[in-house]
């Protein structure tokens, strides 16, 4: 289960996969679209397999 969850805007994309880069660095497990969601990946059973 990730320990923290990195939502952000597209337009901030590569400064949210530096962010994601640094904790992940630092052993902080990061749930982020496009790195543990690949699209046309559906989202709902990946939350339920997140956070139950």
Same mark, same amino acid.
């Given at each position: #289960?990730?320990?923290?969850?990195?939502?952000? !805007?597209? =337009?901030?994309?590569?400064?949210? !996969?530096?962010?994601?880069?640094?904790?992940?660095?630092?052993?902080?497990?990061?749930? #982020? +679209?496009?790195?543990?969601?690949?699209?046309? =990946?559906?989202?709902?059973? #990946?939350?339920?397999?997140?956070? +139950?």
């Amino acid at each position: #289960m990730p320990d923290c969850f990195l939502s952000y !805007a597209a =337009q901030d994309k590569e400064l949210a !996969a530096w962010v994601h880069s640094e904790l992940s660095g630092h052993g902080v497990s990061v749930f #982020m +679209t496009g790195v543990t969601l690949k699209p046309g =990946q559906k989202c709902r059973p #990946m939350a339920t397999t997140i956070w +139950t």
